[in-house]
Structures are given as C-alpha cells and as structure tokens.
C-alpha cells in the first residue's frame, strides 16, 4: 500500500529534551515536507526537501531541523522543544510539483 | 495578504442541497490547484486537482478555476452528512500553500 508513514503518532516531552519525529514514504516520491497545524492558523510548511540532501526553510523552520539522507525517509528534529513547538505534525510527499502531497497521519507533540 | 484565503466558516447546508467552497491566492504565477478534505482528527486527503481555467468534475465533486480572478472554488452536489470536514484549498507553486480551510456540516 502506497503511504506516508510517520512515528509516533503522540509524544509527551519536557522543555529541552531533544526528539526526533520519523518519516518514511513508498512511493518513490521527489518531493517530502513537513507542515505543523495549529488551531486558526492552518497548515504551515516548516521545512521542504525537492531531493536527496536538498532541503530549504518553509514559513516556520525556528527551532526544526531536517535532513535527507535517503529519497524515502525526511526525518524532523526538535533539537530543544518549547512549549510553543506543541501542535500536530504532519509529513507529506509528492511526486513532483505540480502533483498533490499524499499525507501521513499526524504525530501529536505536546512539550510541558 | 494571505497567499491562499478561505472563508473560515463554519458553512452549514443540509442534506441534498449544493455546498459551495472558495478560495482566492494572491500569486499569479500559481498553476496548480487542489482541494483536500480533512475529517476531524484525521490527515488531509487530496479530493481535487485542477490546472486549467473552468470547470472539473469528478462525481459529486466540482473544481473551478478562474485564473484571472485568481479564484478557484468547489462545489460538492448531493451533500451527505458524511461530507462534514474542513475543506482546504492548496497552491503549488514552488511548494505547497494552504488555505486555513472552511468547515462544513451538512445536516441530515
């Protein structure tokens, strides 16, 4: 089954404790990004990868880090969360740019 | 300006009737278009994609694009109540943008 794959689906974390968030997609997919969603502002694009090691800031990429080592897997790090980091990730790819993502399910971060 | 404006809603219609969805972006250059649903709880899901000016159907399902009023909308005929979701419109152009979506409820 073609899917985006992500882990965990929720996280609890104290301030500071480093985290990483997992990706992996099956699709042979060019393109993979990485969206927060937060009540009245919508999705917001944190960062965005067109290819292997090519990675570049979306609208919120403070306090995120990324990398793509491997065409299927776009991992997201938290490298000292706050509590202003707690929202509900999502992981998408897509084939190309004129193509439509296709969503993992979400991982909900809460940082106390 | 916001890249990608929806009217936040809520827009209630009830069962049967036509529910109508809009979205205005402000980049002209955009020349992809989409449309997602997304349940409560649950990830986005790609309904809708349009490329070219006017209409595209796909059952219930209606695109419109108008390109120079830099408006793309959707309509959904029949309405169930299994259409209850927040809409969101998407623009490609680089990346994707999305609207704040639209929340509909159709009543049975």
């Known amino acids: 089954e073609a899917q985006v794959t992500q882990n965990p689906r929720y996280l609890i974390t104290v301030t500071g404790k480093k985290l990483t968030v997992t990706c992996s997609q099956n699709?042979?997919?060019?393109?993979m990004s990485w969206y927060r969603q937060d009540p009245g502002l919508g999705l917001r694009q944190i960062y965005y990868?067109?290819?292997?090691?090519?990675?570049d800031k979306g609208d919120v990429p403070e306090g995120y880090k990324v990398s793509r080592k491997e065409k299927r897997n776009f991992p997201l790090i938290l490298e000292s969360p706050s509590p202003n980091q707690t929202s509900l990730y999502f992981c998408?790819?897509?084939?190309?740019?004129?193509?439509?993502?296709?969503f993992g399910s979400g991982t909900r971060l809460t940082v106390v | 300006q916001k890249e990608v404006e929806q009217n936040s809603g809520p827009l209630s219609v009830p069962e049967g009737a036509i529910a109508s969805l809009n979205c205005t972006y402000s980049?002209?250059?955009?020349?992809?278009f989409f449309w997602y649903r997304q349940y409560s709880g649950k990830s986005p899901e790609l309904i809708m994609s349009i490329y070219s000016n006017g209409d595209k159907e796909d059952g219930r399902f209606t695109a419109q694009l108008n390109k120079a009023s830099q408006y793309v909308s959707l309509l959904i005929r029949d309405s169930q109540p299994s259409d209850s979701a927040t809409y969101l419109c998407?623009?490609?152009?680089?990346?994707?943008?999305f609207g704040a979506g639209t929340r509909l409820t159709v009543k049975p």
């Open positions: 990868s067109m290819n292997v090691e090519v990675t």
């Open positions: 998408a790819s897509t084939k190309g740019a004129g193509s439509g993502y296709t």
């Open positions: 699709m042979n997919h060019e393109y």
């Open positions: 998407a623009v490609n152009l680089n990346d994707m943008r």
């Open positions: 980049d002209r250059v955009s020349q992809s």
